[in-house]
């Protein structure tokens, strides 16, 4: 929290003074400061070999949970707070993404050998032209379109069950993407990725794998308004109907972790194959979209050659995502959502399928920077046999940005 706090700081007094410093007139001035609601707060040197956009956000949520059999609970915490610093060095092509998580869940627990996950996005970004984009770092695997889309841009207070289960989230490696936009009529994009293949941070084990990632995106009507692919609910109210429909594959070879990216360590190596489908619709308000995805692996049990009562499987599965909003003009939304995730039959004796149905109340106060979330989930958990559980909980969260 310390290192937060310094770090914002620090950025605010590098702006400020740079403000200052233009209001004066003072010839030795080498940056400009602005603040906009396109560009965040930042600074551009005025010879313009260097730009830095400021950003940040904070979760603030509550919430009660209560499974069958047991006694309620409540929660309460800072689910996210992120710093973001974006821009460019020596020229517009060449640009640079850092961002920082300083939340409990998001640094997870450190201890020898594990360290912090403070660092969610480090990459240098080169732009050839408007169509073309290389990147090298860590960052986001273009996998299923709810978690490209950033957390601070979801319509309830958090993404599916099975995004949490089947995402393959961040990691390290070189990514592309090309893409020509037209405003009203069809174009595609397409974006791929070659990286390490266990998640970002990873510095326990080593292996020969890489993870392999395609994605190919469609736009039949045109551009969404503000790319409002990006981002859930449909806060811009399309004049025309717009839909987009993407398809991903990615490979993870020699996977370490029970779901490639993220999980549990294996006790020994496997491939996983994973598969996404997206589909987004938005017209005058009402935002339409649907998800299917799906993680495959030969043999998916490991056991410890040391200990064989020991043993950990990769998730492998299927699951199905359907969500409907409507943005009243007051800026209100309504939206519900359910989710069905199915396991594999080699897994089904350790873990159970799920039904999720979510209805949810938001108020947008300065779009998607600013905004009040409230919702109510129910899950059926039927265990292997005949056990059914039924649990309830509720969440109301708060979020502001910049």
Known sequence: MKKFLLSISLLFSLVIMAQDVKK???SKSILEGYYTSGKKLGFTAVDSLFQMNIGFRVQSRIGYGKEQGKSGVAEGEIRRMRLKLDGFVVSPKFGYKVELGFSARDIGTVAVGNSGNVILDGV????????LKFAFGQTKLPGNNQRVISSGSLELTDRSIN???FNIDRDFGVFVEYGKTKKDK????????????????WVKTSDDGVALTGKLELFPMGAFTKNGSNFEADLMREKTPKLMLSGAFSQNNNAQRSQGQLGGSLYEARTLKSVFVDAVFKYDGWSASGAYMSRTANNPITVDALDPTKSHAVFVGHGVDAQLSYVFPSEYQVIGRFSTQKVNDAIRTRTPNTDEYTLGVSKYIFGHKVKVQTEVSYDKIYAYGSS?????????QVEIGL
């Not at 059914?388 to 109301?396: G, K, P, Q, Y």
């Open 24 to 26: 004066t007139g003072n």
């Open 124 to 131: 240098f970004i080169y732009q050839p032209s408007s169509n």
């Open 163 to 165: 995004n949490s289960k």
């Open 186 to 201: 069809f174009y595609y994009g397409l974006k791929g990725a070659i990286s390490k293949g266990e998640g970002r941070n």
């Open 388 to 396: 059914v559980s039924n649990n309830l909980f509720a969440r109301f």
